[in-house]
């Protein structure tokens, strides 16, 4: 409406400056990144261990899209900020970007693996999301279309030998988010001291078993060590009372590591180890600082590491030198320095991909498509751009800007061709000439990324959270998945637990908790982003489940009855309230037709809901799986612990009147809309 009502020549430019302006772009923007990047909160493979301080990285790359961070600066951060900006506790943050895949190191897994896995993770990522080249198909063989010998995939691997984890002790920032912090800890406080009181009641029944078995009226008077071995055994125990006890401890250690998220921690990396701040997994140790002598790097045929070939020295990749002026640095073998070296390789302004990858993926960001079709490969299998030239410029324009996102988000929004509708005046030419739209003679209209769909539902209801940053979240997901058993360090995983407050769980979705082996369904049925996978371009298939999620997930309709409560309190009986869904939902008036189908749909399903009461609330019931034993092969049943926490329910149909549901149900139809879940 203010757009509308502001005649001025530069009305657009304001809309465009506010929404650059406003807190929420980086959120948007950061989202895209943390997609390449597969931020998460937890390593992932079989025992998914929180990743405690990983919701710093995320709000760092928040801010620096808010603050647009040059990205020359942002680049460098990431792949050598302990090194470049020594002191600087945002860059220290910004180095999760070499840990953010998955990664696991257990008392069971061989180091030299596992550091491989890490060597092989961390090179193609960067390669990947800076560059946009496929590095990593040279791990085994050179490359079969592009110059990238095995010879350079191991040189760049080089650069990241003296790599160690770090989680040094680093200060909250004051842009932080830390005042849910206290009461965080607290709350997984009361759930581990339960857990505990669990585990002293089985102690406790097989010390009776045992003092009855000695004759004796005391434990200190038990044979020494006997109530340990006891514990281990299973002794006095019943087999499923021993087997819930060893479930119960498999919880202390998952509570313990997720105790570490509210604690002033970096989740970083070092060149060469930080004593006293190391962060491998169990067994993982490192030596002393000035010990340290990393491991050379050797060429391996068929990427096997058990046949090690040449030894490589730390480079980058030649066929940028080759087929360019901007010459290949050369990379220092001490301990430190590795990484600045190729941070400034890549961030330099001679460097022919790094802007343009960059400019494509903003691109991309506004039409759902680059102009170079494959975003993460700029290779010779990646597709030819759509329009050179005009990638150049953007190319060149970026850097000039001083390497500004905004100023190439601006660049772009003010465009003819941004600004184009999404109906073609001849679109059956359109459709003969350029069936796939490559050259944008209209607005190619796209669906809604799945966050932005939940974000959508939750500030259209009214019930979205301002809240910004700090520790990820729970939110509400789909009772049959929350309630399903989750199978982590070979066992069950405590049940899913949505943040009991709605301020919490209603936050926006880049804010929620980014568990790799469960990811809230509504996400995933809307093409939400691999967490294991660099994702370079949201895919939008459809398919039945979707509307399943929409139309009859629980989430989807305690929303739309908060819409309809919201509805009632902002608006008048009857049209007006039909006139003020639409308004929220669409941004516009409905026509004549849409007014009466919405009349006509609220007063037949408010004589329906008349007619059918809906049956109260139900009572929360214990939750119980099943457990088969690794010992013994028999199964048992388990009682999962309940949240300790009172739960901030939702409003429920047994709680309003007919006409309220009879209204929720036209919001829901609203969320089930194209107009709803789709860009024109």
């Known amino acids: 409406e203010a757009f509308l009502k502001d005649d001025s020549p530069d009305a657009y430019e304001k809309v465009v400056e506010r929404l650059l302006a406003s807190p929420h772009y ?38 620096s899209f808010n603050h647009d961070k040059p990205y020359d600066r942002f680049v460098r951060e990431q792949v050598a900020g302990d090194e470049l ?66 010879r350079d995939y191991y040189s760049l691997q080089a ?36 857990t505990r009181a669990k585990m002293d009641e089985f102690r406790q029944e097989s010390a009776r078993a045992l003092l009855k078995k000695h004759s004796v009226s005391r434990v200190e008077d038990l044979p020494p060590g006997e109530l340990k071995r006891a514990m281990e055994s299973g002794a006095g125990l019943d087999p499923e009372r021993f087997e819930a006890h060893k479930l119960f401890q498999k919880h202390m250690q998952l509570y313990r590591e997720s105790l570490d998220r509210f604690e002033p921690k970096a989740f970083a990396v070092s060149s060469g180890p930080l004593d006293g701040a190391g962060d491998g997994g169990q067994s993982l140790k490192y030596p002393a600082r000035a010990d340290y002598r990393p491991q050379p790097v050797r060429i391996l045929p068929g990427g096997n590491i058990q046949s090690p070939g ?68 700029f290779g010779k299998s990646g597709g030819k751009p759509s329009h050179p030239e005009l990638l150049d410029w953007l190319a060149a324009y970026f850097v000039e800007s001083g390497w500004s996102v905004k100023a190439v988000h601006r ?11 999404s109906a073609h005046p001849d679109a059956g030419r359109v459709r003969e000439k350029d069936p796939d739209n490559k050259l944008l003679a209209y607005f190619p209209p796209r669906r809604l990324e799945a966050e932005a769909i939940r974000d959508a539902i939750l500030a259209v209801s009214g019930e979205l959270s301002p809240e910004r940053g700090g520790p990820g979240v729970f939110p509400q997901i789909n009772e049959d998945v929350a309630r399903q058993p989750q ?37 995933e049925v809307f093409n939400g982003p691999s967490l294991d996978l660099s994702c370079e371009r949201r895919e939008a298939s459809t398919v039945p489940t979707q509307a399943f999620a929409l139309l009859n997930g629980a989430f989807s309709n305690d929303m739309a009855l908060a819409f309809a409560l919201r509805l009632e309190k902002e608006a008048a009986a009857g049209d007006a309230r039909i006139e003020r869904a639409f308004a929220l939902a669409f941004g516009r008036k409905p026509d004549a037709a849409e007014l009466e189908q919405a009349r006509a749909h609220v007063a037949r399903m408010t004589e329906l809901h008349r ?54 149900d036209l919001a829901l139809v609203l969320f089930n809309s194209n107009e709803f879940v789709y860009v024109y």
């Not at 990241?160 to 709350?187: C, I, S, W």
């Not at 400034?344 to 170079?372: C, S």
């Not at 772009?412 to 061709?417: A, F, P």
């Open 26 to 63: 980086g959120e948007r923007w950061g989202r895209h990144w943390l997609d390449l990047v597969r931020y998460a909160e937890t390593h992932g493979h079989e025992f998914d261990f929180d990743i405690p301080d990983a919701w710093r990285y995320r709000d760092y790359v928040i801010r």
């Open 85 to 150: 900006f020594p002191g600087d506790p945002e860059a220290l943050i910004a180095t999760g970007f070499l840990r953010a895949g998955p990664w696991e190191h257990t008392a069971m897994s061989v180091e030299a693996v596992t550091r491989q896995m890490f060597l092989d993770d961390v090179t193609h990522a960067t390669a990947t999301t800076f560059l946009a080249m496929t590095a990593g198909c040279a791990r085994c063989h050179d490359h079969k279309f592009d110059p990238i010998p095995t």
């Open 159 to 194: 650069v990241f030998a003296t790599t160690e984890f770090a989680r040094p002790r680093l200060p909250f920032l004051k842009q932080e988010n830390t005042a849910d912090l206290a009461e965080g800890k607290a709350h997984l406080g009361r759930i581990v001291e339960l």
């Open 310 to 377: 040449e030894e490589v020295e730390p480079g980058v990749l030649t066929a940028v030198a080759r087929y360019s002026d901007h010459s290949a640095p050369v990379i220092p073998k001490s301990v430190e320095g590795r990484r600045a070296a190729l941070a400034n390789w890549i961030a330099h302004l001679k460097n022919p991909l790094t802007a343009r990858v960059m400019v494509n993926r903003i691109w991309q960001g506004h039409f759902g498509r680059g102009l170079v079709p494959d975003a993460n490969n």
């Open 487 to 523: 199978h982590r360090m070979g066992s069950l995983a405590p049940a899913y637990s949505p943040s009991p407050l709605k301020r919490l769980r209603n936050r926006r979705t880049i804010y929620t908790f980014q568990q790799r082996s469960l990811v809230d369904p509504l996400i």
């Open 611 to 664: 007619r059918t009461p809906p049956p109260s609330r139900p009572k929360p019931e214990p939750l119980v799986h099943q457990i088969t034993s690794e010992l013994t092969g028999e199964r048992f049943r388990f009682v999962q612990q309940p949240d300790p926490a009172p739960y901030e329910a939702n409003a429920h149909p047994s709680e309003v009147p007919p006409g309220t549901r009879a209204l929720a």
């Open 411 to 421: 660049a772009i929004l003010l465009s003819e061709t941004y600004q184009r509708a």
